[in-house]
């Protein structure tokens, strides 16, 4: 199906009243093979969304569980003792790095610098054992330090603490340690400024390729905790101003969420919520989301990623288009948070060829779309655009069923 850029104009016009921005997470679900009569928290999701591991309290110890499915439709395997990570002290807040040969994990258990260290474990394979957590020492203070998570190279990693100076102490606060190679110790964490309040935060998850990052925090006006997320468009600039998930603002009872974590492509989320004590005072919960990500930076050696996620259109027509801005245009109520400028005609479902491809496609049986988009021209670098995505369907008035999110992206 190809949708001539000449005939889009027309297209928005007569769309005005249907068409309307829906990039949203779905109400979150109670994952059944994960949660326990006990508390169940700390999940963390893997980049491919098929490797969960969390924290439950059903022996009357915090310990490490997992579990594995073939695929996103496939059923959870029943979860599994990491006994080789777990210990007789608190033990939370696993990240398994994108390589599936690392894991990072927070525990109180003896030998650290402080009331909760950060330590990692390694194996050579993704089905060896994990060998013996070791302490990360340079990332530890004498404080208390804990929910790392990591970029998918693993030389940013970001954590909780109270300590190296927090601002707020006894208030924790998202810091974040770099290195040069995976071979060299972290340097000295410094504070993510732009995320810093007053308020304590409760977990935190950095998008494998360091572009996004989400992280709760304790709300006193509403006194629950709630779900931010903030982005940038390159990894050596600071985050944009965080903004709240309002459709997580309701999960759970009155406390909210405590824990998140999201897979590679932006399309599902794992959370654990606040529940009364007889279901075990914190569940794991599952979320789809529905609009447009992105993974990677358009460089001119390599192409960014764009997931289109809409799962209740698998199987249906989806395109792609590029902007300059996002100011917007109004349809009828409504508006498209994209430009509707030369080059929003010209990408519509074409993109930038031979430098994108999948700009028009199929939804797959997920009710996902993947597109790319490569930078073409040295002349560009540092170039902004607006990427958006439409699932289109020839039933729904003047074949337009939804629109995605505003998406920028960076030239490099």
Do not use: K
Request: glycine share 8%; hydrophobic share 45%.
């Amino acid at each position: 199906m190809r949708v001539s850029r000449f005939a889009l104009p027309c297209l928005l016009a007569l769309v005005a009243s249907y068409l309307s921005a829906q990039a949203n997470w779905s109400a979150p679900g109670l994952v059944g093979a994960f949660n326990t009569t006990a508390s169940d928290t700390g999940g963390h999701l893997s980049a491919d969304g098929l490797t969960a591991h969390w924290s439950s309290f059903i022996s009357s110890n915090w310990e490490f569980y997992s579990s594995t499915r073939p695929s996103r439709t496939s059923a959870w395997s029943a979860p599994t003792l990491e006994t080789a990570l777990s210990d007789p002290a608190v033990d939370n807040e696993p990240f398994l790095c994108a390589s599936g040969l690392t894991i990072y994990l927070a525990s109180q258990r003896a030998g650290g610098a402080g009331s909760c260290d950060i330590l990692r474990a390694t194996r050579p394979t993704p089905t060896s054992p994990w060998g013996t957590p070791t302490f990360v020492t340079e990332v530890n203070s004498t404080l208390a330090d804990s929910a790392p998570a990591l970029t998918e190279d693993e030389l940013e990693l970001y954590f909780l603490t109270t300590g190296w100076g927090a601002p707020f102490a006894p208030q924790n606060a998202i810091f974040v340690a770099t290195r040069a190679t995976t071979a060299l110790p972290f340097g000295t964490p410094t504070l993510v400024s732009v995320l810093s309040t007053p308020n304590t935060h409760r977990d935190v998850h950095i998008a494998p390729d360091g572009l996004s990052i989400l992280y709760t925090e304790f709300d006193p006006t509403r006194s629950r905790i709630r779900v931010w997320q903030a982005s940038r468009t390159n990894r050596a600039s600071p985050f944009n101003a965080p903004v709240v998930l309002p459709e997580f603002d309701t999960v759970g009872t009155a406390s909210g969420v405590f824990s998140i974590s999201i897979s590679r492509d932006g399309a599902e989320m794992l959370l654990a919520a606040g529940f009364a004590a007889a279901a075990g005072s914190q569940q794991l919960m599952a979320s789809r989301f529905t609009g447009l990500s992105g993974d990677g930076a358009p460089s001119l050696s390599s192409p960014m990623r764009l997931h289109v996620h809409d799962p209740a259109n698998a199987g249906r027509t989806y395109a792609l288009a590029l902007a300059l801005g996002n100011t917007g245009f109004p349809l009828g109520a409504r508006t498209v948070p994209i430009d509707g400028d030369a080059v929003f005609l010209m990408t519509f479902g074409v993109g930038l060829p031979p430098f994108s491809s999948g700009f028009l496609g199929v939804l797959d049986a997920e009710g996902q779309g993947l597109g790319t988009l490569q930078n073409p021209l040295a002349a560009l670098i540092g170039v902004h655009l607006w990427a958006g995505a439409f699932t289109l369907v020839a039933a729904a008035p003047f074949g337009v069923q939804t629109i995605s999110n505003a998406l920028e992206v960076e030239l490099q």
